[in-house]
C-alpha cells in the first residue's frame, strides 16, 4: 500500500504552500469526479448484480486450479489445505466467519453499520453515498455482501458499489480469533482513525495485487471517477501465481497425438528449478514493499521465473536521501533522524512489516553471497515426511527437515554454532535457538510481532543507533541494555556504545513499553506472553502493571496486544476488555487491571523494572511514561 511519513522538515515555505495548493485542488478533483458516476440501485436483480462484481475467468494463457488437479493430486489437496487458497473468496454463507445474524455495530461518531441475512447471502445496511468523503448525512442503503478478504486471522467484506466492476468494504472486520467485529481501521497499526468508510475502489486498485491470480486492474476513464473494470484469472492465490500461466503445460500433458501441441511451449515454472534468487522473486512479487516500474507496466506483468525488476520497483529506504539530511544538520549517527523515516523500514534499510519477507531477504547476506531462499526453509505443499495434520503445517509451510537451527543446517557447521561456546546458553535453553538470536521477531503485522527475515546478531550498538530492539533484550525484558551490551562485550567482544544513564538502570523491556514508538510498544507488549521472555525475564512478577498502562495507550493495535498478552497471567484469565472502547473506559480498564496484580506477594526490589523495596512503583515510572515517543507511526502491512 503506497504511504509515507514526510514531515517536511527539509522542506522549503514555498515548496510546502505550493504542495497545499495542490492537495486543494487534487480533493475537490478527487470529490467532483466521483461525484459523476452512476450510483447502484437498491436492489439489483441478480443477473445485474453479477456484471458488477470482478470478472473471473481463467485467460491470457492460464488454464485455472481445477485443470492441474487430476494430475497432481498431492500438490493440488495440499495447496488446497493453504491460506494462499481463501486469501479471496466468493462470500458463500459457507465460507462466512463473521456473524451476520441481525447484528449492529455503532461507533463513537454515532454512525452504525447493521448486518444481516436475506436471500441466502449476507448483507448489510450503512449510510452510503458514492464519494470519498462521506458527506452531512447521506442516505441509508442495503448491499449485498459479494467478496472476501483472509480467513487465517481476520476476514474482511467487499460489496459491489455499481461502478462497472468497482468492490467498496464494509467498514467493520471479523476477528476470528476473538469471534468479534471491529473498525477496520482498529486492525491496523495507525493513529487510530474511527470513521466508517467504505473505501470504494480500494480492492481494485491495490488488495487484488497480492490477493489472486493474475489481475487486471483497468481504470475506466471518461468521467466516470473511480470506475475499474476489473478482472482476475482466479480469486485467492493458486497454481499459477507461482508456477505462471499452465494453458500449453495442461494440453501438452493431457494430448493424445503430439502433434496437436507440437507448436505449443510448455512455460510451466518450478520454483525449486530456478536460482536462489528468482526463486525468492516468485514469492517477492507478493512478499516484499515493491510497485510497478513506471506507469507503462502492470502488475501482472512480473511473472513467476521472470526477473523482479524488470517490471516492479523493489522500495527501500532511501538511504541517500537520509544521509543528505543527517549532513544538512550536521549528524553523525541516526539519532534524532528517526521522524523523518519511512514506516516499513527501520533507520538500516531492514524492513520493519510483517509480509514483507523478500524486502527482509535482500538485507541477508546468506541471500545476497549465499544461496538461501524461501524455499530453503518453506515447502509450499506439505512434504511426505512431514506427520503434522496439514492444518499445522498450513500455519507456517516449513519443511519438517528444515526447522528450527536446521534451516541453517544447510550452510553453517551447526554442531559448531550450536555449542555453549558461540551461544553461552546451555543446550535446549529457549536462548540457543539459532532463529531465536538471529531472526527474532522484530517485524510487526496482523496484530502480532513476527519474526524478522532479515538475519542479523544480536548487536546493543543497532538499539542505540536505529532504534530495533536486540534479540537479547526481547527474551531479557528485566535486564538493562547496559546488561546486554557487556555481555556481548566479553563474549563476542563487540565496542560497547555509549549509553545514557537511563539504559544502564532501567530495562529495555520497561523502556520499550513505556517510551518508545507505538511500534516498539506492540512488539514490547506481544513479547510480554511470549513463552520464552516471560520465563527468561522473571515476567510473572512485573509485567502486569506494563501491560494495564498498555491497555490505554492511544494506538488500536498496541491495546488489543496488551489485553492479549494480559491475559495469560494468573488472575487475568478472564479478565474483560474492550480495546476499542471510549477514551473513559480504556482508563478504567486499565485501573482494573493494575488492581489485580499481586504485587505485594511477588515483586520487591527489582530496581531494572521499577519496583522498590516494598513492591511498589517507583516514581521513574510516571516520568518515563510521560516521555512516551507520540510520533504517527502507520506500520502498513
Ligand atoms: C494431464 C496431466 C497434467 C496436468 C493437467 C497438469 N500437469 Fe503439471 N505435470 C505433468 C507431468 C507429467 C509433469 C512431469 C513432467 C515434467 O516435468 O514436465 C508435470 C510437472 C509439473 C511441474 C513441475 C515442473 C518441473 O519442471 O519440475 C509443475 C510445477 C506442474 N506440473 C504444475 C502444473 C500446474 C500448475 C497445472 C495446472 C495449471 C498442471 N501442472 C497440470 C502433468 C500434468
Ligand atoms: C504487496 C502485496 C499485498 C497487498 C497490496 C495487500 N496485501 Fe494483504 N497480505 C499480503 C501478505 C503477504 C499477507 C500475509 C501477511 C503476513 O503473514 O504477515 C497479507 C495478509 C492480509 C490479511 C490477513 C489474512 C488472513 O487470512 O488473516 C488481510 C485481511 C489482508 N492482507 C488484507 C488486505 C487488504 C484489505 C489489502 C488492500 C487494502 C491488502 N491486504 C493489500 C500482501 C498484500
Ligand atoms: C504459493 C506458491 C505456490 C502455489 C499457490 C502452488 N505451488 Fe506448487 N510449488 C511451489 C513451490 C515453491 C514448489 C517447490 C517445492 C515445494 O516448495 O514444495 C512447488 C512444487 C510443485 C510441483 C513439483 C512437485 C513437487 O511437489 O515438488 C508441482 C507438480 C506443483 N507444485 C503443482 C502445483 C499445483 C497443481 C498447484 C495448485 C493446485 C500449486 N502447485 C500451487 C509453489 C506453489
Ligand atoms: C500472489 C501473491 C503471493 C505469492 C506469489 C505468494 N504469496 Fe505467500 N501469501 C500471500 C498472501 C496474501 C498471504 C496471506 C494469506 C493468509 O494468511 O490468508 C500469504 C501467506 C503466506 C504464508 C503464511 C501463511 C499463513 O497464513 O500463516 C507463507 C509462509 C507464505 N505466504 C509463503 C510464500 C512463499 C514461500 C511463496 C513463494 C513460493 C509465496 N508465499 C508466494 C501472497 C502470496
Ligand atoms: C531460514 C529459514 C527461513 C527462510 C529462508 C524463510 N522463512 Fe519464512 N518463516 C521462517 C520461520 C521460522 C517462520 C516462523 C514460523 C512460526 O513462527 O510459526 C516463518 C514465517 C513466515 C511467514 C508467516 C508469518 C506469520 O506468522 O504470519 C511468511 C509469510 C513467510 N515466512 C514468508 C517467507 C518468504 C516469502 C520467504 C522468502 C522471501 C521466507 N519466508 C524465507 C523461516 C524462514
Ligand atoms: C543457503 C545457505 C545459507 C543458509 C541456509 C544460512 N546461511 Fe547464514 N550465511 C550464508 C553465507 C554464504 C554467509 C556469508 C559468509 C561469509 O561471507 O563469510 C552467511 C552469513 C551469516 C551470518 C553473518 C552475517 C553478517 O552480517 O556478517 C550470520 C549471523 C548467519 N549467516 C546466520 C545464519 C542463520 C542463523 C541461519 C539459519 C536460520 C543461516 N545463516 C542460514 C549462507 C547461509
Ligand atoms: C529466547 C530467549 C533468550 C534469548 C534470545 C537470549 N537468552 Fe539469555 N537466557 C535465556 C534463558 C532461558 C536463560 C536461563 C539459563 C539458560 O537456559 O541457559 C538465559 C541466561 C542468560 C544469562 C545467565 C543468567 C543471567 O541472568 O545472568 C545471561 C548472561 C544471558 N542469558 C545473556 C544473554 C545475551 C547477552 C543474549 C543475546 C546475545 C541472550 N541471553 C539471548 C534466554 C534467552
Ligand atoms: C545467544 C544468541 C545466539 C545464538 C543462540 C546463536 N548465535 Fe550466532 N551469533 C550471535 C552473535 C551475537 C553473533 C555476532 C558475533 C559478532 O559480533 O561477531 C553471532 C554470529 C554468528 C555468525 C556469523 C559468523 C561468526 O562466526 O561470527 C553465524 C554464521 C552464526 N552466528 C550462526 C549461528 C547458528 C547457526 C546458530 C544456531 C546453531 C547460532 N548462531 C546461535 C549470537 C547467537
Not at 486492525?187 to 466508517?196: K, N, Q, R
Not at 532511501?318 to 523515516?341: H, I, N, P, V, W
Not at 524455499?375 to 503445517?393: A, G, I, M
Request: charged letters at 25%; glycine letters at 6%.
Amino acid at each position: 500500500m503506497p504511504h509515507s511519513n514526510d514531515n517536511g522538515t527539509a522542506m522549503s515555505a514555498r515548496t510546502k504552500s505550493m504542495i497545499g495548493l495542490m492537495v486543494v485542488l487534487f480533493v475537490a478533483m478527487v470529490i467532483i469526479r466521483l461525484n459523476d458516476g452512476p450510483e447502484r440501485p437498491p436492489d439489483v436483480p441478480d443477473e445485474e448484480l453479477v456484471q458488477m462484481l470482478p470478472a473471473v475467468e481463467p485467460r491470457e494463457g492460464y488454464a485455472g486450479s481445477d485443470s492441474c488437479q487430476d494430475c497432481h493430486e498431492h500438490q493440488h489437496e495440499t495447496w488446497h489445505h493453504s491460506w494462499h487458497r481463501t486469501m479471496t473468496q466468493e462470500a458463500k454463507l459457507e465460507n462466512l466467519l463473521g456473524d451476520f445474524d441481525d447484528v449492529t455495530i455503532s461507533n463513537r461518531l454515532g454512525q452504525t453499520v447493521e448486518l444481516f441475512k436475506r436471500d441466502g447471502r449476507a448483507w448489510f445496511r450503512m449510510n452510503y453515498e458514492p464519494r470519498l468523503f462521506i458527506g452531512h448525512n447521506p442516505p441509508r442503503r442495503e448491499f449485498p455482501i459479494e467478496l472476501m478478504t483472509g480467513s487465517h486471522h481476520m476476514q474482511i467484506y467487499w460489496f459491489p458499489a455499481g461502478r462497472a466492476r468497482t468492490l467498496g468494504m464494509m467498514p467493520v472486520v471479523w476477528l476470528k480469533e476473538d469471534q468479534r467485529w471491529v473498525p477496520r481501521q482498529s486492525v491496523f497499526l495507525i493513529p487510530s482513525g474511527e470513521e466508517f468508510a467504505s473505501e470504494v475502489g480500494r480492492w481494485n486498485e491495490t488488495c487484488l495485487k497480492c490477493h489472486t491470480t493474475n489481475p487486471e486492474i483497468h481504470k475506466e476513464v471518461g468521467g466516470r471517477g473511480k470506475a475499474f473494470d476489473t478482472h482476475v484469472s482466479e480469486l485467492g492465490i493458486s497454481c499459477e501465481a507461482c508456477h505462471g500461466p499452465g494453458a500449453a503445460h495442461v494440453a501438452i500433458h493431457g494430448a493424445r497425438n503430439t502433434n496437436e501441441v507440437s507448436q505449443l511451449v510448455d512455460r510451466i515454472v518450478n520454483p525449486d528449478n530456478l536460482s536462489h534468487e528468482l526463486s525468492s522473486q516468485v514469492c517477492g512479487g507478493c512478499h516484499s514493499v515493491n510497485s510497478v516500474k513506471d506507469r507503462k507496466t502492470e502488475w501482472r506483468e512480473h511473472k513467476p521465473g521472470a526477473v523482479i525488476t524488470e517490471t516492479r520497483h523493489l522500495d527501500s529506504l532511501d538511504r541517500e536521501e537520509l544521509q543528505k539530511q543527517m549532513k544538512e544538520f550536521g549528524a553523525t549517527t541516526y539519532d534524532g533522524y528517526y521522524s523523518q523515516y519511512d514506516n516499513s523500514f527501520w533507520l538500516d534499510g531492514k524492513v520493519r512489516i510483517s509480509g514483507r519477507e523478500y524486502s527482509g531477504m535482500l538485507e541477508t547476506i546468506c541471500h545476497t553471497k549465499g544461496t538461501m531462499s524461501c524455499v530453503t526453509c518453506h515447502s509450499l505443499h506439505q512434504s511426505k515426511s512431514d506427520n503434522r495434520p496439514v492444518k499445522e503445517w498450513a500455519n507456517d509451510q516449513l519443511h519438517p527437515s528444515r526447522q528450527g537451527d536446521q534451516s541453517c543446517a544447510g550452510c553453517h557447521d551447526v554442531g559448531r554454532y550450536a555449542s555453549v561456546s558461540h551461544t553461552h546458553h546451555s543446550k535446549g535453553s529457549s536462548g540457543s535457538s539459532c532463529l531465536n538470536c538471529h531472526m527474532p521477531h522484530t517485524t510487526y503485522g496482523l496484530l502480532k510481532a513476527i519474526r524478522s527475515h532479515s538475519i542479523s546478531s544480536p548487536s546493543a550498538m543497532e538499539t542505540v543507533d536505529v532504534r530495533r530492539p536486540n534479540a537479547c533484550n526481547l527474551c531479557h525484558l528485566d535486564k538493562t541494555l547496559d546488561w546486554t551490551a557487556r555481555h556481548l562485550d566479553s563474549w563476542f567482544g563487540q565496542p560497547i556504545p555509549n549509553l545514557t544513564e537511563e539504559h544502564k538502570t532501567v530495562a529495555e523491556g520497561v523502556l520499550m513499553a513505556l517510551k518508545q514508538d507505538a511500534g516498539i510498544r506492540a512488539l514490547a507488549a506481544w513479547h510480554m506472553s511470549w513463552e520464552a521472555a516471560v520465563a527468561a525475564s522473571d515476567g510473572d512478577r512485573w509485567m502486569q502493571p506494563y501491560l494495564s498502562v498498555l491497555l490505554k495507550d492511544p494506538y488500536p493495535a498496541v491495546r488489543y496486544i496488551a489485553g492479549k498478552s494480559l491475559r495469560r497471567f494468573k488472575n487475568y484469565e478472564g479478565f474483560e476488555f474492550d480495546f476499542v472502547a471510549d477514551r473513559d473506559r480504556l482508563r478504567k480498564f486499565s485501573i482494573q487491571a493494575h488492581a489485580l496484580w499481586p504485587q505485594t506477594e511477588t515483586a520487591s526490589g527489582m530496581s531494572a523494572v521499577l519496583i522498590d523495596e516494598t513492591g511498589k512503583l517507583d516514581e521513574i515510572f510516571q516520568k518515563l511514561f510521560a516521555e512516551r515517543d507520540d510520533r504517527d507511526v502507520a506500520l502498513l502491512e
